[in-house]
């Protein structure tokens, strides 16, 4: 692997800088600012950080103080704990109470691998994403989690973000990473068009790509994007043409690009780090079905208790690599 940056630090990087303008800004940990890496910022801004110790419920309750003080607090703690524990909070205290609170779900889906399913957050998309006024944000790599962060800077709504704990492949790079606030990034042949228009700014061979009838639309979010892209390329050499949604943005949803790629697609292979119930699947198939029926197949953790291993082993599996991928959405395109 190239990268050895995770998305965490990422965010820690882009507050870092934030931070030097925007005396606002305040970050919260759940005796997990080394697991979140925020000890910089601890470190740099003592008077702008707060450890509350293991307590996910009292986290999110001062944080929605805060906000309600003026402050931009980004709360961090385990997406396990974080979805869980302090759920009652997160959705009265923040979301009804409509605060500006970031949540940062760190080492999020399977990443804490062995320590198995109590450690592990498969239902956070669903959970989150049923509570009105709360938005869910699964950035691909760390150059959109940079992106992603600035944006959130910018407006005054609650959000849940949900990160893995450890680096993952780049998707984008510095100085190429298309984004557009809510909205989808199309991946065509490994290039990438901001906000899954047609004619955005990819370059005309990626947008001509895209507007052409295509095999199958596979749609991802968070770490499951490297390996729905690998498998895109896989996909190309057997002769079958592959789109990539960068589904980064769960909710709200991007449903225009949904239905503008699904409509010229033979079927639709959802993927996603999570629960088969409640998720992007089942967000997918929902506007797949109500706008441009065909046949879709969601490609998720079981309802189980996963393996015991490493993120890689795990996804490896359960046929959420590349291989596996490309294979379950050959079948599909047939």
Known sequence: MGNKIPNRQAICDTLLKAAETDKDIVVLCSDSRGSASMTPFFNTYPDRSVEVGI????LVSISAGMAHCGKKPFAFSPASFLST?????????????????????????????????????????????????????????????AKLIEALLQDEKPAYLRVGRNAVEDIYTEDDCPFAMDRATVIVDGKAIAGGEDGASAGDGAAAGAADLIDVLLVSCGEMVRPAVDAAALLKE????????DMYCVKPLDSDAIIRYASKAKAVVSVEEHSPFG????????????????????????????????????????????????????????
């Open 238 to 245: 057997k002769g079958l043409k592959a789109v990539v949604l």
């Open 85 to 145: 524990r302090s759920y009652e909070q997160v959705k009265v205290d923040c979301a009804y109470s409509n605060q500006n609170v970031k949540l940062v779900g760190i080492s999020g889906g399977v990443s804490y691998g062995a320590l198995g399913m109590s450690h592990h957050s498969a239902q956070d998309i669903a959970g989150m994403s049923a509570i009105p006024n709360m938005r869910v944000y699964l950035p691909s790599d760390r150059f959109q989690t």
């Open 279 to 334: 998720g992007l699947g089942s967000m997918v198939s929902q506007v797949v079905g109500a706008n441009c029926p065909k046949k879709i197949i969601n490609i998720a953790l079981p309802d189980s208790p996963v393996i015991t291993g490493t993120s890689r082993e795990v996804f490896d599996y359960y046929g959420m690599n590349a291989e596996g991928i490309a294979k379950t959405a050959e079948e599909a395109a047939k």
């Open 55 to 58: 307590a996910e419920q009292d």
